[in-house]
């Protein structure tokens, strides 16, 4: 099952803690796209990642979740295209029916 956790608000989040538990957790992005009822983009990156307390394994994309907000995390593992990461993503192309790319680890497509 694939879900999709939001948050609008601090302490959004962990309630999902009660009822799921996750093996595989992707953070997209922290940016300050829903900053409304947040202070600062910190405290959405505090939130957002607050997933790592329910989460088996953490998959980060490092273009668009900033290094410093990573600090102190469980062990996870990154995905790029602009920058170095766990895995590195390219050749991205999108048509009408379906995405395509190429995902390379350790040199290996």
């Given at each position: 099952?694939?879900?999709?956790?939001?948050?609008?608000?601090?302490?959004?989040?962990?309630?999902?803690?009660?009822?799921?538990?996750?093996?595989?957790?992707?953070?997209?992005?922290?940016?300050?796209?829903?900053?409304?009822?947040?202070?600062?983009i910190?405290?959405?990156?505090?939130?957002?990642?607050?997933v790592?307390?329910?989460?088996?394994?953490?998959?980060?994309?490092?273009?668009?979740?900033?290094?410093?907000?990573?600090?102190?995390?469980?062990?996870?593992?990154?995905?790029?295209?602009?920058?170095?990461?766990?895995?590195?993503?390219?050749?991205?192309?999108?048509?009408?029916?379906?995405?395509?790319?190429?995902?390379?680890?350790?040199?290996?497509?």
């Amino acid at each position: 099952v694939v879900l999709e956790l939001g948050t609008d608000g601090p302490g959004q989040i962990a309630p999902f803690g009660k009822y799921i538990s996750a093996d595989i957790t992707v953070v997209t992005a922290l940016v300050p796209e829903h900053m409304v009822y947040f202070k600062d983009i910190e405290q959405v990156a505090t939130e957002e990642l607050s997933v790592s307390g329910f989460s088996k394994t953490m998959l980060i994309n490092s273009d668009l979740c900033p290094a410093k907000f990573l600090t102190g995390l469980p062990e996870y593992k990154t995905y790029a295209k602009d920058k170095t990461a766990d895995y590195k993503v390219s050749d991205v192309v999108f048509d009408e029916q379906k995405v395509s790319l190429s995902i390379e680890k350790e040199g290996k497509e």
